[in-house]
């Protein structure tokens, strides 16, 4: 369950399941995480949504740190702030808002009502329709004002978003292959992926094989999740040739920072949506800390990677399917 509403009055917890807070906490189901972890719950009490890191969701062998995590947090905080926007309401974020208490991560609160911008009504129907995309995209480029657009969307929240020129797309791919051959090395991080690709029945969480995509050569290869199983999902015939790959970057490396790349990376990934591009996340290139390193020498050492991002367009879309979502669900404090 990943949304209680803590109020004991049964009256309460249906108003606040019905109302602006909780409508938002169901709409950040839809946020993206590593690998499909969803490790975050929102409680509802008081007028008030606080966001939780679910550590029992933590990936011990690829994430450590929390980092990526915190990072899957943000883009629910996001969707839920999206949500609130469209319907009109104004709220005050709170980041991290008791240092006693480190599974806290945000506070929402609704401030008054604000009337909804075109572009805020955009982005939330954006959530409804936003997959990750981890097929091969088509040869046609995409174009550069869709890039500055995805870079202004990072920058409003705080995170940057660096686009990679052709000799760079080089060095991501060398990247990508190491980390790929670390990851696949190591006996935890392989039955780390064995445990959320291979879900119970009826789960609602993880990355199933079936949505897996074939191996085919691409500029820049991306995440095995069916290494040594039949991926179903068919790559088509495209080889990414007009993929954008940018590197999603924060100028510190802090929980908070952290928190507020995640936040970024679903404002960029939502805004791709407006823009007509498919997109998906690689944050295998920021896993293993060597690799994370060699990255920021893209950035000339400016900033921390958080991940990696690809942009692109598909001539079939609609075709990717949904992953599982979780479903809210209310218990008593």
Known sequence: MSVYFTDTDPTMR???????????????????????????????????????????????????DSRLLVVSCGTALNHAVVSLAAGGHAVAVHRLPDPDDATLLARLVLTGRRTPEPMDLRMAQATTVRRTDRRPFSAIPVPEESIETLRAAAERHGAHLQFLRDDQVVELTVAASHASDAEITDRRYRAELSAWTHRPPGSADGVPVTGAVSTVPRRVPVRDFAPGDHATLDPGEDSDAGTRYAILFTDADTPTDWLIAGEAMSAVLLTAVCSGLASSPMSDVTEVPSVRQSLRQLLSGLGWPVLALRFGIVHRPGEVPRTPRRTPGEESS
């Open 14 to 64: 249906a108003r606040a399941s019905s109302g602006p807070l909780g409508q938002a906490a169901l709409a950040a189901l839809r946020a993206p995480s590593v690998f499909n972890t969803q490790p975050w719950r929102w409680e509802l009490h008081d007028g008030v949504a606080d966001l939780r890191a679910e550590l029992g969701r933590r990936l011990p062998a690829l994430d450590p």
